[in-house]
């Protein structure tokens, strides 16, 4: 039995409420237990330079913790002047795996500015980041649609991600927290499209190794998770939907 | 009558919520209307090297926006390399208005980090974090007293701040939110203790001027305000300590 | 009686000397007692990115110390890589006050830069940077209006700044020295223009806090003392404007 | 038949030149194909702040570019004054990947730096990197060793790295180049150890997704590949060791 | 003739003020003909880390430009946040100079810090800024000597630098203002100790070449006038030995 | 007779082996003993800012040493966020140096940029990469004329340099290498060209002086060595031109 009680194949409690702050057009608190990320999507009528003229759209995120979202206060990156590796990485990640889902055509010249930012972490944040920007993506895509600014959704599919890990003991754990992430020997991200196919997998064995036994096994954990949190995604976009065709219909 | 039907001399709704994040020592998400700012208090147990030494403490803020805070996503400071003109003033003051309600002497060789982080921005975030940086740093001493790691309190009173101005019609406003202070002609941030002093006045006509009539019914409005504030202030810091003393006469 | 014998309500000796250094369009040396600021104002035939083809100008400051313009010699901003928040803090409220006596639209698209650099500091640089300022600037548009590039004076009346405080005994005190700033309760930056207003009230008491009288008599000496201020300007400007007129006939 | 008329499960040519530059304990130029890499490893008696009194040591990895090993000239990052997300994944990935391999301890309170620095780059440069940077490693370790700095060594296996993809047509490919690394779908970079376990895998869709059985394919190929290049790097290895042990025996 | 009147061979007026500003150990304001410079000595009571330990002293030197200094205004280093490499290479040659005619044994564990701030630039600055910054480390001496702090002068010569150059027309001329300068088609600055041993030369072709016998008049031109110099500079060591003698004998 | 036993006017071994990384159109390593030097020259089809639309082209330099490239580990200027005042004088002493043999008219709106980048550092790095940089440069320029891009070459001559000397015990020496740079009184860098007339002279006597007489036997040392270089030079554009010219034919 795991410290919270979870079986190994367990989830967190995942949460997703949808338009936790205003001003984005697509706007989520997503909690994985107590890591809790705030996500927004922000659409801007321009893409980047390297971009231009191509008649295609762009996405990219940002990726934060605040200064006391850890047991130990971090200092700010902005107060050190520069983004550490382990920020870059980790943003760099999550535009990616959000690209392979997104038909950049259908997009048109825009950019979907997504911002992750970690006010609550207990491990597994660039998981709860990914699996809650593609939601807030999905509102700011439905906002594009009823705005009429696109007239058909280039989402190609739905996108979710989840850490698994071997602990000390070389249990192949699901969806681990803080305490369990720290004494796991191996750690792995794993990111996925609703067609069950893979668009990521990073597994790292830091000062340990790992066997493909082991890699088959967190594959297998994160397949099953990932798919509980397509349900959870798919019924908050759901109901939002139902809510904006609502208030249209009021208006 | 304002916009959003207040009187010239009504606050907004003004909100403390205690304990929103859980690693803080002291933490609340204070809402003024639609300004939301997450305050947190960190103690650390020791003191910036200029402070060493000397048997006492130190106060010193941080303030920050997420990006999609505003209604035009801003670039992160962390991305830019550095912090701007406008957050260190922020930061400087929030730091500064606390110090003067604290004994620094009584904190002994510790340093509260106060953390302003504001996730949703529409007028007076600089007030808005004074009032809930207060509140943060309360909490965090009732923690320290009870972890009996100081004897006495250290605070020497309350502290609260609200904006004041001057409508472009020449009306005194309290309180102003993001469109009136857009339009405002001048305006003015005070910050009091509940011994009713002045700590700060920071009155400014960005491309205009004001009188010493003014001056003082804006001074008259942030008075009244203030001490509205310090009853909600209060109200979160009891019932914390109520709480508090439950829990540890349930144990 | 204050150490260097003024009365309370006595600025020091204030000295504005013209054409202090060649290149500058405005230029001169403010000094007030040992505070010695070399005051430029540049005019540039253009305007920043934010301001471009909306037929009106611009004026922004900037601020520095000497390294040794202090007791203890400090380091370069340049070396550091960055600008304080104190040197920000100062340079926007310049840049501000200037900007809320010159009607930007008859400047046309030009932006003045006003170069504030502090030589030798004793207490009250940003005050005596102020007032010096408005006298570069005042100069830079005489030579404006003398080249025919722009037909009316954008100048909108005068403007000049003083420090007043609190001291330990509880007196206020106009135009305060480094060693007077420094063990003074409270400290107050007034700017205001001929016409009597008030442009910028900042008054922070540092680990201190100032009752609304003791507010109150500070403004009354600031007034007191920006009045005798603004003589030393008028005299300085109109010097100028004679020597100019002198000259042009001359050719 | 791939471009450069390999098949589907061969690797480039791969030379290891050891002793490459004069200063460095360990020192390789690597060749995988047209990709070069100079890595050398330096050996300080001391270990980063973090580290220190726990009488252990510490491996750290800096890569970098030519700004002209590529195609096109690139921007050196010292230009910039920042060092890109791209390169900051790379080193921390060979760091952590050599970190996984050494017994920390019984190095003592010394820090290995590896740099890896690509003199011409087409396609695998990290792959190349790690594989280049254990030769120099086990370099600086013969030299530790024989000095008589350490009594064992701390190398608790082999470890090579080589890239893996799945082309656009489909087919999984060894070792790519850069052209084919520009057109595959997906690229994955594998690092073991000759014990034949895991140390990193990192399989990257962009704008592409792959399937389980893909990946499996990938992984054998990588398996295949890594196996050759243990034998280049350990006839260096052993070359140089008896080199070594000729020179000493001459004295 | 010279645009200005001067012979090729005769330097601009030379003027060394010293006490220019009241906080430095020694302080001048030096000028050659409208090069104009505020030069510092600080002596702090510390060596830099990699000094430390060694009984002997240091002298680094910083230079700067005021904005306005030049007839274009540029743009503050610190507000650029880096120093340009123009500004590097002038300040080590002053550090560099400096250090040719002192004893950093007889100096004892101090620092002195040169800050040369041009305050208007005609051309010549760095060879006009180790003029003066050589009589402001001899005020600061003559004060340390003074306060006994040392036993015995540790400058070994006087110091003192010009700038040479050819015209486009082929002419070697002394001490080239700046409209001279930017025509010339060889720049050469020399420093020489008072024992006639040259210290720097640094001649450039900038797109130009020049001649060894052309390189021979430049050094005659330069020997000559840097004698005069000499001369300036004694004058002042020796008038402000005098009033310090009289001060002290009135006390 | 010097340590690795040369005569006071020998050169070390120097080599310059052409088209050494494939990339760039001109490259070469040289070597000057164990000093070791990646010189590459791209040509990149526009020019910078400040020099559009002149018809004209640019030439301009960077340098670097690898981190390992010295005794001691250095730290890279990438990690540093900056590069250091040494790398800028070195770096802009070269694009100067090159620019005084180029015709930039002849070149047309191109830039080129020479890479220097030291693998091996034992003294003379700079002077070693002026005299490769010059090759590197050249093969760029036979590859424009034989692609056609430009019609004539814009080569004004050969260029090549060389450290000088004084040692401790006063002779005049050729070539320093690191050793002999660190124990020197004097240290000299000289640019020539094949005309015979000189481009840079930069002569420094780090806390020492020299005389003219040594000063003019340095030069004459400097002239004898740069004249060797240019024969080597010369030796390998030839081998490279008639290398291309029967490649070209083979065609």
Aim: hydrophobic fraction near 40%; proline fraction near 2%; charge should be negative.
């Amino acid at each position: 039995m795991r410290l919270d009680e979870r079986l190994n194949n367990e989830l967190r409690k995942v949460e997703i409420i949808s338009g936790f702050v205003k001003h984005p057009e697509g706007s989520v608190l997503v909690s994985f237990g107590d890591t809790k990320v705030i996500c927004s999507a922000s659409v801007e009528d321009r893409v980047p330079p390297f971009m231009r003229n191509q008649g295609k759209g762009w996405i990219t995120a940002e990726y934060s913790m605040l200064p006391r979202a850890t047991e130990q206060r971090t200092i700010r990156e902005s107060s050190k002047g520069k983004v550490t590796g382990r920020t870059m990485e980790i943003q760099r990640l999550i535009g990616r795996a959000l690209r392979s889902v997104v038909n950049l055509d259908a997009l048109g010249e825009r950019t979907i500015w997504v911002d992750c930012d970690v006010i609550q972490a207990d491990g597994g944040t660039r998981t709860a980041s990914i699996s809650g920007a593609y939601v807030a993506v999905g509102l700011a895509v439905q906002k594009l649609l009823a705005d009429e600014k696109i007239a058909e959704s280039p989402l190609l599919g739905q996108l979710a991600a989840v850490s698994v890990g071997v602990s000390a003991e070389g249990e192949a754990l699901l969806d681990l927290n803080y305490q369990e992430d720290s004494t796991a020997s191996v750690d792995m991200n794993v990111v996925m499209t609703s067609a069950g196919e893979l668009v990521e997998v990073q597994g790292t064995g830091e000062e340990a190794t790992f066997t493909r036994a082991q890699m088959n096994d967190m594959l297998d954990l994160a397949e099953k998770g990932i798919k509980e949190i397509f349900t959870i995604q798919s019924d908050v976009l759901n109901a939002a939907s139902e809510a904006r065709k609502e208030q249209m219909s009021d208006v």
